[in-house]
């Protein structure tokens, strides 16, 4: 079974930048997609970012411009590289891998907070 471990997240500024890292435990094969999700406090989870084993990409409207999803396949890693941050931003991040082999794997999650 594959783990999946995100680091990266943290406190910064309106307008500041992180890069989100999730790590897989061992090399994703196969046709696959990994997905970014978010959920702030009291809000449902949603679909942030995501990148398929042949490197297509899909982002939600609020954060388009501003976050890029890529991959590492020699380090097994997603990352999520995040400018200009917004205050709206603020949320724990999750990453999520399924495909063929894959059926719908989380990882722990990483606390992203945009504040002042």
């Known amino acids: 079974q594959v783990q999946l471990v995100e680091s990266g997240g943290g406190l910064v500024q309106p307008g500041g930048s992180l890069r989100l890292s999730c790590a897989a435990s061992?090399?994703?094969?196969?046709?696959?997609?990994m997905d970014w999700y978010r959920q702030a406090p009291g809000k449902q989870r949603e679909l942030v970012a995501g990148?398929?084993?042949?490197?297509?990409?899909k982002y939600t409207d609020s954060v388009k411009g501003r976050f890029t999803v890529s991959r590492n396949n020699a380090k097994n890693t997603v990352y999520l590289q995040m400018n200009n941050l917004k205050p709206e931003d603020t949320a724990v991040y999750y990453c999520?891998?399924?495909?063929?082999?894959?059926?719908?794997?989380w990882g722990q999650g990483t606390q992203v907070t945009v504040s002042s």
């Open positions: 999520n891998l399924r495909g063929r082999y894959y059926n719908s794997i």
């Open positions: 990148i398929s084993n042949d490197d297509s990409t």
């Open positions: 061992r090399t994703i094969a196969g046709i696959y997609v």
